[in-house]
C-alpha cells in the first residue's frame, strides 16, 4: 500500500511560526497570502493590481468567490463536470469509476469482498492525500486505512491555512475508486492549463522513473524551459512519452471546453495504454507559488484576464447543482 498523507506538520517550537503551525491560520487571508509569498520568493507581491501569474494566482485565493468555482475542487463533481463536458462535445474520455462514497471507511470495510484487486482511497474534498491499494500485494490494511479515513474527513490545510475557498465548498467525504494502470505509481500526467478556455501551455510528467521528469509545451507542442529545476533539460526522454497526436488534441479539446468558464483552469488527464483518462480540476495549482522564470510569470500573467466579479452568472444553478447530495458508488447500488 502506498499512502500519501498530505505536508507533515512541523513541531514546536518551529510550529509557532510555521504556516501549518496552530497560530498562522488566524491572521486575515491577505495577509497570510503576502507572508506565504513572500516566503516562497522573498519578495511583497502585487495582490490589488496583480499583473504576473504567481500574483493573479493571489488574487483569487482572496477575492473570487463565485459559484463556479464552488465545484471544481469537489472530485465528485468534477466527474460528473467531465462527463457532461464528454459527451457534449463528443470527444471520449475515461473516468475512473467510483467503487464506494462515504464518510466512515468500516461502511468500505463491509464490501471488502466486492472490491477489485487494486483500488484507491481518497477524500473528496482536499489534495495530495491518498492511498494506492494492490490486494495481491498483502492483505488490506484495514486498521491504518481506518486512521486515514477518521483524519481525512476533517477540514484541512487547504481551506484553513491555504485559503482555498473551493475546498471548502467542496462536500467532506471518501471515495473509493478505480484505480488507474498496472504500476505500482500513478500513470504519466498530462495537464493543461487554459486562460478563458484557451490553452495557454500544457506539462507532461513522465513518471517512468522513481523521480518523476516534468517538460513544458506551448499548445501547438512546441517545447519551453519552464524555470522549475526538476523539469526535463533535454525534452528528449519527454517526447519518447508523450501521447500520439490523437490523443494531444482529445485532451487539448476537452480541456478547452471543460475551462471555458473559467478565467483560469487546469484540467489534469492520465494517458494509460492508449488511452485518455480523467484526473481532476485544479483551480489552485500550488496555490499560485510556482517555481517559475520571471519571463513566463509575466508572460501567462499577461494571457490571465481576472473577472468582474460582479458581473450575474446564469449558470450559477448549474454549479450549485453539482454539489447536491451524496452520489453513490457502484458497489452500493446492489
Known amino acids: 500500500m502506498i499512502v500519501r498523507t498530505g505536508p507533515r506538520k512541523p513541531r514546536l517550537p518551529l510550529a509557532l511560526i510555521h504556516p501549518l503551525g496552530p497560530l498562522f491560520r488566524y491572521l486575515p487571508l491577505s495577509l497570510r497570502?503576502?507572508?506565504?509569498?513572500?516566503?516562497?520568493?522573498?519578495?511583497?507581491?502585487?495582490?490589488?493590481?496583480?499583473?504576473?501569474?504567481?500574483?493573479?494566482?493571489?488574487?483569487?485565493?482572496?477575492?473570487?468567490?463565485?459559484?463556479?468555482?464552488?465545484?471544481?475542487?469537489?472530485?465528485l463533481a468534477a466527474k460528473e463536470y467531465l462527463r457532461r463536458v464528454s459527451a457534449e462535445i463528443k470527444q471520449p474520455i475515461r473516468i475512473p469509476e467510483t467503487l464506494w462514497v462515504g464518510r466512515d471507511i468500516r461502511e468500505l470495510e463491509a464490501l471488502a469482498h466486492r472490491l477489485p484487486t487494486r483500488w484507491v482511497l481518497k477524500p473528496n474534498h482536499s489534495a495530495g492525500r491518498f492511498a494506492l491499494i494492490d490486494a495481491a500485494e498483502g492483505a488490506v490494511d484495514w486498521s491504518t486505512l481506518r486512521k486515514l479515513g477518521d483524519a481525512w474527513i476533517q477540514r484541512d490545510e487547504e481551506e484553513l491555512v491555504m485559503g482555498h475557498w473551493a475546498y471548502g465548498q467542496a462536500r467532506h467525504l471518501l471515495i473509493a475508486e478505480e484505480r488507474i494502470g498496472a504500476g505500482a505509481a500513478a500513470p504519466n500526467d498530462f495537464k493543461v492549463s487554459s486562460f478563458d478556455g484557451v490553452?495557454?501551455?500544457?506539462?507532461?510528467?513522465?513518471?517512468?522513473?522513481?523521480?518523476?521528469?516534468?517538460?513544458?509545451?506551448?499548445?501547438?507542442?512546441?517545447?519551453?524551459?519552464?524555470?522549475?529545476?526538476?523539469?526535463l533539460r533535454s525534452n528528449?526522454?519527454?517526447?519518447?512519452?508523450?501521447?500520439?497526436?490523437?490523443?494531444?488534441?482529445?485532451?487539448?479539446?476537452?480541456?478547452?471546453?471543460?475551462?471555458?468558464?473559467?478565467?483560469?483552469?487546469?484540467?489534469?488527464?492520465?494517458?494509460?495504454?492508449?488511452?485518455?483518462?480523467?484526473?481532476?480540476?485544479?483551480?489552485?495549482?500550488?496555490?499560485?507559488?510556482?517555481?517559475?522564470?520571471?519571463?513566463?510569470?509575466?508572460?501567462?500573467?499577461?494571457?490571465?484576464?481576472?473577472?468582474?466579479?460582479?458581473?450575474?452568472?446564469?449558470?450559477?444553478?448549474?454549479?450549485?447543482?453539482?454539489?447536491?447530495?451524496?452520489?453513490?458508488?457502484?458497489?452500493?447500488?446492489?
Open 33 to 75: 497570502r503576502h507572508l506565504l509569498f513572500m516566503r516562497a520568493f522573498g519578495k511583497w507581491g502585487n495582490f490589488r493590481h496583480p499583473r504576473t501569474f504567481r500574483e493573479k494566482a493571489q488574487w483569487r485565493t482572496i477575492n473570487d468567490r463565485r459559484a463556479r468555482l464552488s465545484f471544481a475542487q469537489d472530485k
Open 199 to 231: 490553452p495557454g501551455y500544457y506539462f507532461w510528467a513522465d513518471r517512468s522513473q522513481e523521480e518523476a521528469q516534468y517538460a513544458f509545451y506551448t499548445p501547438d507542442g512546441t517545447p519551453f524551459s519552464w524555470g522549475d529545476p526538476g523539469e
Open 236 to 334: 528528449a526522454a519527454a517526447i519518447a512519452a508523450l501521447p500520439v497526436e490523437a490523443l494531444r488534441q482529445r485532451m487539448l479539446a476537452i480541456a478547452s471546453t471543460a475551462a471555458a468558464p473559467f478565467d483560469w483552469l487546469r484540467v489534469d488527464f492520465y494517458v494509460e495504454d492508449g488511452e485518455v483518462w480523467f484526473g481532476e480540476l485544479t483551480l489552485y495549482g500550488a496555490g499560485g507559488l510556482y517555481v517559475i522564470d520571471e519571463a513566463n510569470n509575466a508572460r501567462l500573467g499577461a494571457l490571465w484576464n481576472l473577472p468582474d466579479l460582479s458581473t450575474p452568472d446564469p449558470r450559477e444553478p448549474e454549479w450549485r447543482a453539482l454539489l447536491e447530495g451524496t452520489p453513490r458508488g457502484t458497489l452500493q447500488h446492489t
